[in-house]
């Protein structure tokens, strides 16, 4: 069965600090990977996503994600945050084929400390 | 309409009644999704539509909760004899296909008192 695991519930991190949100998934077919972002008080919005390609993909206010086929993983980095970017980030995966069902992680709270 | 629709925003229900709530997805998008963000939990899968027909239900928590499709469009999902425990954001998404960006509604609050 597909599961996506967002192994960080709560991830605090100084202003200007370099972040890391990991993401791992169990498929054993090809996958799409995307991860939401829920700004306080918003909907979910797509932050990036990889469907194919080169492996990593950025956003257009820095933030970046690779997949590695191998780790079967696609962490959500950003090498120094500021305080909009807090926010609750989903990780999510849909297999290629198959099964069409978009299934999300349980997110991860960002929080950026002043 | 430009975005995902879900109507109404906020819900307020007596235990053991029935509610239905609705979602407008973006017109032209086939796959239409739903979910339950429970307070402090992350965003559960419901059930996933293709067109009216729905590959798959695994997601519904009990019998109590079903969804339909019509006209390959609206879609509404009806919660029977609501519980407290059935207190949360539903929200809804739709999409042109797996491949494609999954596009949310601002959701629905439910709350069973």
């Known amino acids: 069965a597909q599961s996506v695991t967002q192994l960080d519930s709560q991830v605090p991190v100084f202003e200007e600090a370099p972040v890391e949100l990991r993401c791992n998934y169990s498929s054993s077919v090809s996958v799409y990977l995307f991860w939401y972002v829920q700004y306080p008080n918003q909907g979910l919005q797509l932050l990036l996503k990889?469907?194919?390609?080169?492996?990593l993909v950025e956003s257009i206010n820095g933030f970046e994600a690779e997949f590695n086929k191998s780790q079967t993983s696609f962490h959500l980095r950003k090498p120094s945050v500021h305080i909009s970017d807090t926010a609750e980030y989903f990780c999510?995966?849909?297999?290629?084929?198959?099964?069409?069902?978009?299934?999300f992680g349980t997110g991860t709270r960002l929080t950026v400390i002043p | 309409g430009a975005g995902v629709s879900q109507s109404p925003s906020n819900k307020v229900t007596e235990k053991g009644k029935d509610v239905e709530l609705r979602c407008d997805p973006i017109s032209g998008h086939t796959a239409l999704y739903w979910y339950r963000q429970s307070l402090g939990q992350g965003l559960e899968f419901l059930i996933y539509f293709q067109g009216n027909s729905a590959p798959d239900k695994s997601g519904l928590p009990s019998d109590r909760f079903s969804a339909e499709r019509t006209g390959g469009s609206v879609s509404t999902l009806t919660i029977q004899r609501t519980q407290q425990e059935d207190s949360a954001v539903y929200l809804c998404?739709?999409?042109?296909?797996?491949?494609?960006?999954?596009?949310f509604g601002q959701g629905t609050r439910l709350t069973v008192v």
């Open positions: 998404a739709s999409s042109l296909g797996r491949k494609a960006e999954a596009f």
């Open positions: 999510a995966v849909s297999e290629g084929t198959g099964a069409n069902n978009l299934f």
């Open positions: 990889y469907l194919s390609g080169s492996t």
